[in-house]
């Protein structure tokens, strides 16, 4: 019985491929190949798809580790722009929050205000007790779809508040007779473990009396900054201070943050 003339059509076909890939085979794919499929897995798919606009406009990220880019003032606003996603969904205003994980890594959430201008919202923070070290701020907010989508934006930046200052003497609230002897020690209060700004800029470091500069200031073999003065003295007080006093102590680091200490004592010029 003779084959079906399909059949044999097939069989010289796939003859003649499989003698033309011997004669002259395909090269291996390159990478090349596969660029198109590496750009698909690069996509930043963080951010869901029509999702709110979020931007964290202050503070920013510490690039440089400048004044300018850090925390510097214990009392710290946010300030975060919020704008509809291209589908158009309004803002849920009720769901804007804005987070901020402190150095010591204690989380404070507050609900973002609106502020002045549109679309911004604002919240103020207080780390005063806080020491130097790394900071982040979490702006998040979500819109009014069913179901809701929701986009955040973080910033991660530093608190630098100056050096440390420790005062030796005088002691708060102490009386003192006739001069005082001044002592503190000022170091390098460092943000992150490499921080060259941290550095004691001393040509900063300064004491005074009520509103009356202290001259004299000396480093020690301790490490310890002095000096000495008298209530009575004419140079530096038109009366003789008497009573309830104010020492202040001002430092700053290289980055040009500055810190001050004060110290209330009682001082008996008699």
Request: glycine share 6%; with cysteine; net charge negative.
């Amino acid at each position: 019985m003779r084959a079906p003339s399909w059949f044999v059509l097939s069989l010289c076909l796939g003859l003649i491929i499989a003698c033309d890939d011997e004669d002259d085979p395909r090269p291996p794919p390159t990478l090349g190949d596969f660029e198109i499929i590496d750009l698909v897995d690069e996509i930043d798919d963080t951010v869901p798809v029509g999702a709110p606009i979020v931007e964290i406009l202050s503070p920013v990220d510490a690039v440089n580790m400048s004044a300018e880019e850090l925390i510097t003032t214990p009392l710290t606003r946010v300030e975060c722009l919020v704008n509809e996603g291209p589908n158009g969904r309004r803002i849920d205003k009720t769901s804007i929050l804005i987070e901020l994980t402190k150095p010591d890594g204690q989380v404070l959430s507050q609900p973002g205000q609106p502020g002045l201008a549109a679309n911004r919202y604002v919240s103020d923070f207080n780390l005063e007790d806080q020491v130097n070290g790394p900071v982040s701020i979490t702006c998040k907010a979500s819109d009014m779809g069913t179901p809701a989508i929701e986009s955040s934006d973080t910033v991660e930046t530093f608190m630098d508040l100056g050096p440390s200052i420790l005062v030796l003497s005088p002691q708060n609230d102490f009386s003192y007779a006739k001069q005082l002897n001044v002592t503190f020690r000022v170091d390098a209060n460092a943000v992150a473990e490499i921080d060259p700004g941290a550095e004691i800029d001393t040509e900063s470091i300064a004491v005074q009396v009520t509103t009356v500069p202290l001259p004299g200031l000396e480093l020690d073999e301790n490490g310890n900054w002095n000096v000495d003065f008298q209530f009575d003295d004419p140079n530096l007080f038109a009366t003789p201070l008497d009573g309830s006093s104010t020492l202040l102590i001002r430092a700053a680091n290289q980055r040009g943050v500055s810190r001050e200490v004060t110290v209330v004592f009682k001082a008996d010029a008699e």
